[in-house]
C-alpha cells in the first residue's frame, strides 16, 4: 500500500476558482445567432465546463481516499489508531453529496436558460445556481481541510512490501532501535539521545539473496496497557499484524531497568511472534549488566546477538529459512 499518492486536498475556495476560471475560459464560436441565442448557447456551454470541472475534481478526492473495509488488516488498524473513521466516512459522504447537488442544480439551471426568454433571466439562473454551489461548498470545508489533515497522516503510514520478510525491531525507547536499522539498512532514521525520537515507523530494506526482507523500526514502547498512546499502539499493530519475526533490541546501559525491559519483552510476547534478542551498546555498557542480560536469555533459551552485522546475517539467515 501507498498511501504517498494521494493529492493534496484544497479548500473549497480553491476548487470553485479552478471551476469558474475554465468556464470563463470556454471560447464561444463566432455565428449569425442573435444576442439572447448566443447567450444562451454560451451559458449552457459555462455552465457545463463548471459542472464538469468541479464534479472531477471532487470525485477525485472521493476516489483518492481508500475504503477502510477494502484495506489490508494492518492498514485498517493505523487508520482506526490515527485517524477519527466517522468524521472520514462523512468527510466522503458530504463530497459526494456536493457532486450529486451539483449535477442536479446544473440540470435545473439549464433547462431555466433553455426556457428563458430574456438575458435577465438567464444571468438570474446562473447566478442562483453559482451561489447555491459556493454555499454547498462552504459547507463542506471543513471535511476538505479534515481529508488534507488525514491525507497528511496516512502519507506516513509505512509501506509494507508485499512479499518480502518482515522484521520489526522492538523495544524501550532510546534503547537503540533505530540506530540499528541505520547499521543494517540504507535508511537514515531519525537518532537522538532521548527517549521518544521515533515517532512512526522508519523502515528499510536488505536482500537475503533475492528474497527482499523489509526492517520496521518501531516508536519505543513502555509495556503499559492501560496508558497506551497512539505511537505505542502503532509499533504493536505493526508487530502483530505484519511481522515475521521481532527483534528484541535490550539495552544493558539500565536507562530503562531490566526489570522493566524484561516486562516488556514478555508483553510483546502475546503476539506470538518468534523472537529474538539484539544487546545494544556493548561498547558502553558495564560487563555485570551485559553478562545479566545473556544469563537471562540463557536461561529462557533465546537467542541473543551483541553484534550488529551479525543480527544482519541472522536476519538474512532466518529470511532465507522462511522461504525454503
Ligand atoms: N555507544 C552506543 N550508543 C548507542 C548505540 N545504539 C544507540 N546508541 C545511542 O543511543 C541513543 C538512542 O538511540 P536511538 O537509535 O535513537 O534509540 P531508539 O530505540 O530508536 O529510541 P526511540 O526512537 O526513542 O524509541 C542515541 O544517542 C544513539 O546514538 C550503541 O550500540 N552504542
Ligand atoms: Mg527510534
Redesign the pocket.
Known amino acids: 500500500m501507498n498511501f504517498q499518492n494521494i493529492k493534496q486536498v484544497k479548500d473549497a475556495e480553491a476548487y470553485l476558482d479552478v471551476a469558474f476560471r475554465k468556464s470563463r475560459s470556454k471560447e464561444q464560436p463566432k455565428s449569425r445567432l442573435d444576442k439572447l441565442t448566443r447567450l444562451r448557447n454560451a451559458e449552457l456551454s459555462k455552465l457545463d465546463v463548471f459542472r464538469n470541472v468541479l464534479v472531477d475534481s471532487l470525485q477525485k478526492i472521493i476516489d483518492d481516499f481508500p475504503r477502510i473495509k477494502e484495506l489490508p488488516m494492518f492498514y485498517q488498524d493505523m487508520m482506526r489508531n490515527n485517524v477519527d473513521l466517522d468524521k472520514y466516512l462523512k468527510s466522503l459522504s458530504s463530497i459526494k453529496w456536493v457532486n450529486d447537488n451539483v449535477s442536479k442544480l446544473q440540470k435545473d439551471c439549464a433547462r431555466k436558460i433553455f426556457k428563458a426568454e430574456s438575458e435577465e433571466v438567464i444571468r438570474t439562473s446562473v447566478k442562483g445556481f453559482q451561489g447555491r454551489v459556493a454555499s454547498m461548498m462552504k459547507q463542506i470545508n471543513k471535511f476538505l481541510d479534515f481529508l488534507e489533515k488525514t491525507r497528511r497522516i496516512m502519507k506516513d503510514f509505512p509501506h509494507i512490501e508485499e512479499g518480502a520478510f518482515i522484521v520489526c525491531l522492538a523495544?524501550f525507547?532510546?534503547?537503540?532501535?533505530?540506530?540499528v536499522l541505520s547499521k543494517i539498512t540504507s535508511s537514515k532514521p531519525e537518532?537522538?539521545?532521548y527517549?521518544?525520537?521515533?515517532k512512526n515507523l522508519n523502515s528499510g530494506f536488505l536482500f537475503a539473496g533475492l528474497k527482499k526482507v523489509q526492517i520496521i523500526?518501531t516508536?519505543?514502547t513502555l509495556a503499559r496497557e492501560d496508558k497506551m498512546n497512539v505511537i505505542e499502539k502503532m509499533a504493536y499493530l505493526a508487530i502483530k499484524l505484519v511481522s515475521n519475526i521481532v527483534i528484541f533490541?535490550f539495552d544493558p546501559t539500565y536507562r530503562y531497568t531490566f526489570d522493566d525491559q524484561v516486562k516488556l519483552f514478555y508483553y510483546l510476547k502475546q503476539f506470538d511472534k518468534e523472537t529474538f534478542v539484539y544487546i545494544?551498546?556493548t561498547?558502553?555498557a558495564d560487563k555485570k549488566n551485559i553478562d545479566q542480560v545473556i544469563d537471562f536469555c540463557t536461561e529462557n533459551e533465546l537467542k541473543y546477538i551483541s553484534d550488529v552485522k551479525d543480527l544482519s546475517t541472522f536476519i538474512k539467515k532466518e529470511a532465507r529459512k522462511k522461504r525454503e
Open positions: 523495544g525507547p532510546n534503547v537503540g532501535k533505530s540506530t537518532i537522538k539521545d527517549s521518544f525520537t521515533t523500526d516508536p519505543g533490541v545494544s551498546k561498547d558502553i
